[in-house]
């Protein structure tokens, strides 16, 4: 079973810019697509973006399209999201998981329940 290690999260003012990391154990980590998700106090976990194996499909929630980056290195073994123009909505603990895919996967939604492998999340703290 692989493991999963979130790191990068912090405080940072609104407009502000932060880079999370997840690295996994799995040697076999290019056969796995990658989800980043989040969960703020008192609210359920959403879906922020993810990627398939290959790298070439990435969906993103639209909350965060064009100021987030989801990006992979299967040589690293690691996933990062990059998140750029921060609003204090976007406080919450981030999750990064993966999911053993086909190839030919088609990927339409990031649904947190394909994901069977969770790291313990990283805190992120956007101050107004």
């Known amino acids: 079973q692989p493991q999963l290690v979130e790191s990068g999260g912090g405080l940072v003012q609104s407009g502000g810019s932060l880079r999370l990391s997840c690295a996994a154990s799995a040697s076999t980590f290019r056969y796995y697509g990658i989800g980043w998700f989040r969960q703020a106090p008192g609210k359920e976990r959403e879906a922020v973006a993810c990627?398939?194996?290959?790298?070439?499909?990435?969906l993103y929630a639209e909350s965060v399209k064009g100021r987030f980056t989801l990006s992979r290195d299967n040589d690293r073994k690691a996933a990062y999201l990059q998140m750029n123009s921060l609003k204090p909505e976007d406080t919450a603990v981030y999750y990064c998981a993966i999911k053993r895919e086909i190839l030919t996967v088609e990927l339409k939604a990031c649904a947190s329940t394909d994901y069977p492998t969770w790291g313990q999340g990283t805190q992120v703290t956007v101050s107004s």
């Open positions: 990627v398939t194996r290959s790298g070439g499909t990435t």
